[in-house]
């Protein structure tokens, strides 16, 4: 990991890269055409809007662009999302409940800190759950099954290739996530993706992650695919525990 420079958030100064505008249609802003009756505005899209906004965060907290320590205020964060306060406070919301952020009285939220100890904490817990359950599956998913998967482990490389860490924060848990939903059981994915989403959160002190990096976990991914379409549990259970002795995957 390398150390990450501090970046300008939003809220108290603009960031070094403004995040991607998110795009409200006229008429879910209460505006419609002159000589047209304005349309129904159902519930749906307020929500779609709040979805988005909480990608959009989920994705600067990835990246560093929401710096852990710092305040930011929803109206802040609405004027440079292109949207309402309304929505921005919605989804910090969720993020507080998922313990990203905590909520300021009268300020806004606060990005959580984290130390090493608990990306280790994480990483230890996440071992438990899901090494067990992979390596339940390498013995009876057929290999025709593991095929299927290939374009998500791709896409990890894909996203690692360009350093994109917020696309591959989202690739990474969606590999994890089908292999694991192969187990049938809903609550564990559920929970394990929980973990791997905080696990994905930047450290206090070092909020980038190198593209060497995810390149060699996006490597490892694609590996561990291989091994299991050729059912070398072997090399599955090296792989499988090699994996989570590091922060990412």
Do not use: K
């Amino acid at each position: 990991m390398e150390q990450g420079r501090a970046r300008e958030g939003y809220g108290t100064a603009a960031p070094a890269t403004a995040p991607t505008v998110v795009r409200v249609p006229e008429q879910a802003r209460g505006e419609h055409t002159h000589g047209e009756p304005p349309a129904p505005r159902p519930a749906v899209r307020r929500h779609s809007v709040r979805g988005q906004i909480l990608e959009a965060l989920r994705a600067a907290l990835v990246d560093g662009r929401l710096a852990p320590g710092q305040v930011y205020s929803a109206p802040a964060l609405g004027a440079r999302f292109g949207v309402s306060a309304t929505p921005v406070r919605e989804a910090m919301q969720q993020l507080a409940i998922e313990g990203a952020v905590e909520v300021v009285p009268n300020r806004g939220f606060r990005v959580a800190e984290r130390g090493p100890r608990e990306l280790a904490e994480l990483a230890e817990v996440r071992a438990l759950i899901e090494v067990p359950v992979m390596l339940r599956l390498a013995r009876t998913v057929p290999p025709g099954t593991w095929c299927a998967l290939r374009p998500l482990a791709e896409a990890t490389v894909a996203a690692a290739a360009v350093g994109d860490r917020a696309s591959y924060a989202e690739s990474d848990r969606a590999f994890h996530g089908a292999v694991l939903a192969l187990c049938g059981n809903e609550q564990l994915v559920q929970v394990a993706d929980d973990l791997h989403r905080r696990s994905q959160w930047p450290l206090e002190s070092n909020p980038a992650t190198r593209r060497a990096d995810l390149l060699a976990d996006a490597a490892e991914h694609t590996a561990l695919l291989d091994a299991l379409i050729a059912q070398d549990l072997a090399v599955v259970q090296s792989l499988v525990r090699e994996h989570f002795t590091g922060a990412e995957g």
